[in-house]
C-alpha cells in the first residue's frame, strides 16, 4: 500500500534526524508552538521534513511543558514530530512517540498530555483536508496493516502459494484506496494537500494517461507550486518514456571511464536496469534477472544497468557480490543521476526494455514477468 510507504519513510528512527543537516528555505513564515501538560521527565522534540528536495531537521527542548519550531515554507509539506523521553532514546524502535503533521503557513498548535502521538493540531488547513483524508482512509489502512500482517506470517514461513493468494486482496484495497483519493482529489482541487496526494496516487510508475487528467483540474496556483511543476516535469517524462515511445538516448561511463551510450545497443533487445548497490529491493531482485540474462542472451537480450551509486567502490563491489556481467555505467551522482532523471525514476527498482529499434516496449518487469516477456518476443 502506498500510504504505508510513506508512513515508514517518515517514521524514522532518531538515529536518522540526527543524521540529516538543519537548513532554511525562502518561503512563508511558520511557528509550531507545542504543549505537553503532562510531561514529567526531560524530553526533546524532533523535527523533520522535505524543504526543497533536501532533508531539513530541528530539535527543541520541552521546557515548562512547551516547545516552540519556527521557520519559512514555499508550500505546505508534511513534516513528522518525534518526542523522545530522557532515558528512552535507546531502543529507538521501542519508544517511538511521533507525529505526522501537514504544515502551513502561520501559527500552528499542537497539544497533547503526554504523548506526541495523541497530540491535537490546529491552526493549519492542510493538515485539517489531510486529517479528513486519512479519516476516509482509515478503513482501509486497517485492511492494509493486517494483510501486511498475513504477509510478513507467510514471508517467514516461506509460504509462496500463500502469498500468491494474497496479491488479488492486495489489488482490491489498492483500486478502493484509489477511489477514495480520486473523489477526494475532485472535490479538493484548491486543497492545500492536493499535489502531494496526486503525487501519492501516481506512485513511482506514473500512467500519464490517469494522472494527466486528474492534474488538470488542480487549482492554478496548485500547478504553479513547487511540488506541482515537479509534477508537471514527471508528466512530461513518463509522455516520452511511456510505452511504444523511442527511448530517449543517453551516455554514461562504465567502470573504466568509457562512456557507453543507450544507442550502442540498437539491433538488440536491451533492458536498461536502474538500480544501486544500497537498494534492498534492487538487490533481492537481481537473482531474477541473473536468471533472465543467462536465459536470453544468446538470443539477442542485452543489459544495460545504471547505478544510482555515489561511491564507485560500493558499485563495482555490489555488481561482482550478484554477479551481474552485463554492461554498467553510472555518472556516481546518486539519485541526481542524469539518465535516471531523463527517465522520471524517483524509486528503483525501475527498469524499460527496449527493441531493436529503440522503441520502447515494456516498463517496470519484476520477478518472472521479465522472462516470461523475453520468452514472448525472442522466440
Known sequence: MKKTIVGI???????????????????????????????????????????????????????????????????????????????????????????AVFLDKGVISINTTDSISKATVTGSKANDDYKKLNDLLSDVNEKGAALQKQYRELAKNKDEEGIKKLE????????????????????????????????????????????????????????????????????????????????????QADANGKNISLSSFRGKYVLVDFWASWCGPCRAENPNVVKAYDKFKSKGFEILGVSLDDKKDKWLAAVEADKLTWTHVSDLKGWKNAAADLYGVRAIPQNVLVDPKGKIVAKNLRGDELASKLEEILK
Open 9 to 99: 519513510a517518515l517514521l524514522a528512527p532518531a538515529v536518522l534526524f540526527a543524521q540529516d543537516k538543519k537548513g532554511s528555505s525562502a518561503g512563508k513564515p511558520y511557528t509550531i508552538e507545542g504543549t505537553v501538560s503532562q510531561q514529567q521527565n526531560p524530553a526533546t522534540v524532533y523535527f523533520r521534513m522535505r524543504k526543497a528536495g533536501e532533508n531539513f531537521v530541528d530539535s527543541a527542548q520541552i521546557k515548562d511543558g512547551k516547545f516552540t519550531f519556527t521557520g519559512s515554507l514555499e508550500e505546505p509539506g508534511l513534516a513528522s514530530l518525534m518526542l523522545v523521553q530522557k532515558g528512552t532514546e535507546k531502543p529507538v524502535s521501542m519508544s517511538r512517540d511521533m507525529l
Open 168 to 251: 488479488a486482496q492486495y489489488d482490491a484495497l489498492d483500486a478502493e484506496e484509489k477511489k477514495i483519493e480520486n473523489d477526494f482529489l475532485s472535490k479538493n482541487t484548491s486543497s492545500p494537500i492536493a499535489v502531494f496526494l496526486l503525487n501519492q496516487v501516481a506512485g513511482y510508475d506514473l500512467k500519464p494517461a490517469e494522472i494527466a487528467p486528474l492534474f488538470k483540474k488542480l487549482s492554478k496556483e496548485a500547478k504553479n507550486s513547487p511540488s506541482g511543476k515537479e509534477l508537471s516535469k514527471r508528466l512530461e517524462s513518463a509522455r516520452k518514456t511511456a510505452i511504444g515511445e523511442q527511448a530517449l538516448d543517453f551516455a
